[in-house]
């Protein structure tokens, strides 16, 4: 069946959250996310992609890139779409994550969005999967911060049921990777921390010069059981203008680290998994007995510790985890309740008592693409 030439993109979340102080944020109703957009197919090779995001206090771009598959395996995008490091980041739609939202590290860690070129590489005759990526690194779509790119680099072996040579009957399925980001920033802020709906526990210093950030994952999954494990270590350079002329050298700064990771555990109660994108595969109707749609129960540990390596910088992170239960009643449409707890090693500025965080986040999703 020939695929369409023109797809929308639609992917809505409505929240209820309940914050364990106003400083976090209010009890109550949220949009998490408004995205709209759409794929335009017109041959098999070709493929153009743009959405926005309409959730936050002015618009947002999230995604405008053309995809072109010259051979059979090699896939090249150029434009403003996601750098290729951790798994759970790259290659599973936000939405579609067993607990809502990315795990702690990945989300202070992960270099996000920005403006370049990527070729991708993924034959079908080994268990091996490469990117490479040459882009602005300043997660923006309109330019750089200075001359330097950014460059990304990532390899996966693939193993089971993850191999593109498997059985389709393949029982289990294991990838194994990681990768590396380097970019030269000029006067932006370090990696810090954030909760899941956004709040900034630690605030990190600025850094200018040489960033580099690597990760390793690992995904492996047996029947309805899937366990993700990600860590990551980031180097930041620092230095200061001391006298106001950008033409004489900056005052070298100590460098700082920062590091974590985050283990995952997800059980599909009811229905399968699908690889494209993670949504699981909803059962038809009269499959099974009892509630009707796919049932996901998931649970996750995670560190994260920022600021490492510098005596003139305080370092700060947090420990903690989530549990969700997520009940996706259709293709295209899911709902669900996560619970999220962490412990900060040092107390947010705007609440200087506080070292203990949870939120309780009922979400429902509605998914096109």
């Known amino acids: 069946m020939a695929e ?8 809505g979340e409505l929240d209820y959250r309940v914050h364990s102080t106003e400083v976090e944020g209010f009890t109550g109703f949220a949009l998490g996310r408004f995205r709209l957009g759409g794929a335009l197919r017109p041959t098999e090779r070709f493929l153009a992609v743009g959405s926005v995001e309409w959730a936050l206090e002015k618009p947002l771009l999230t995604d405008a890139l053309v995809l072109f598959t010259p051979v059979e395996g090699i896939h090249l995008s150029l434009g403003y779409g996601k750098t290729p490091l951790f798994a759970s980041a790259k290659d599973v739609a936000v939405e579609a994550l067993s607990i809502p939202e990315l795990s702690l590290p990945v989300r202070a860690l992960w270099p996000q969005r920005d ?26 779509s309109l330019g750089n911060d200075n001359a330097a790119p950014a460059v990304d ?26 990768g590396v980001h380097a970019e030269d920033a000029f006067d932006r802020a370090g990696i810090g921390g954030t909760t899941p709906t956004g709040f900034l526990f630690y605030r990190p210093v600025p850094v200018s010069g040489w960033r580099w950030v690597t990760e390793a994952h690992a995904v492996f999954w047996s029947g309805p059981l899937q366990v993700t494990a990600e860590g990551g270590v980031a180097w930041e350079q620092r230095s200061r203008d001391t006298d106001g002329n950008p033409q004489t050298p900056r005052e070298t700064l100590p460098g700082i680290r920062a590091q974590g990771g985050a283990v995952e555990v997800s059980w599909l109660v009811r229905g399968k998994r699908r690889p494209a994108r993670g949504w699981p595969v909803v059962p038809s109707e009269g499959e099974g007995m009892g509630i009707q749609g796919a049932v996901e129960v998931a649970g996750r540990v995670e560190r994260l510790v920022a600021g490492l390596g510098a005596s003139d910088v305080q370092t700060g992170g947090s420990g903690g985890g989530a549990l969700a239960v997520r009940w996706w009643a259709t293709d295209f449409v899911g709902a669900g309740v996560a619970g999220y707890y962490l412990r900060y090693d040092h107390p947010p500025i705007e609440a200087p008592d506080r070292r203990d965080s949870w939120l309780v986040l009922s979400r429902v999703t509605v998914s096109f693409r």
């Open 153 to 178: 680099v990532r390899l996966d072996s693939l193993w089971g049921g993850a191999s593109p040579a498997a059985a389709p009957d393949t029982s289990w399925g294991l990838r194994l990777g990681g």
């Open 115 to 140: 403006l370049g070129l990527e070729a991708q590489f993924s034959p079908k005759t080994l268990p091996l999967e490469a990117w490479l990526r040459v882009g602005n690194g300043s997660r923006s």
């Open 4 to 11: 369409p030439l023109f797809s929308p993109l639609l992917v």
